[in-house]
């Protein structure tokens, strides 16, 4: 993996070697390395910590979201690391998210992701405007929970008439 070293020299090496370097190991006044991925590992003074967009080329995906149906649900945490594969704590996700329910056109109908527990709060499809069982879709930019998870609600027509598919192409440390 190359990166940028800024402030300071070109510097190429593993993560492990990045985060293993001190001072010492810099020219003076460096204060970031910009990796080959866009994600930013930041120097504090006395340790490094990383930042920055992590573009995916191939999806993130999950079982539980690849086409099962759902019934309306209230607010309920989605662990984003366990049920995706996305490292623990990072900050959030773009998501592409399709849905389809049987009950279409029904009034109020959609799945939103949030950061928080707040009812109706959060980005995602609609597809109450939709002929029956027609698939919508939204690509969405969502902010993750203090512990790198997200929440989702689904507003369904019925029990079990709402089918989601929820892939995560990308996220932010």
Request: glycine share 10%.
């Amino acid at each position: 993996m190359s990166t940028r070293h800024h402030a300071g020299p070109l510097f190429t090496g593993t993560q492990a070697e990045r985060l293993a370097l001190d001072t010492t190991g810099l020219a003076s006044g460096a204060q970031w390395i910009e990796t080959d991925t866009g994600a930013i590992v930041w120097w504090n003074g006395s340790i490094w910590t990383s930042s920055g967009f992590v573009p995916l080329t191939t999806p993130l995906t999950s079982t539980d979201w690849d086409g099962d149906s759902y019934s309306i649900t209230a607010k309920t945490l989605i662990d984003l690391s366990a049920v995706f594969g996305v490292p623990a704590g990072i900050r959030a996700i773009d998501a592409h998210i399709i849905i389809n329910d049987s009950g279409s056109p029904a009034a109020n109908l959609f799945l939103i992701l949030s950061p928080n527990e707040t009812a109706d709060q959060g980005l995602g499809p609609r597809c109450d405007a939709a002929p029956t069982d027609a698939k919508v879709n939204a690509s969405v930019t969502v902010p993750c929970n203090v512990d790198g998870d997200v929440y989702y609600q689904a507003a369904a027509s019925d029990a079990g008439t709402m089918d989601v598919w929820i892939a995560i192409w990308g996220y932010w440390l």
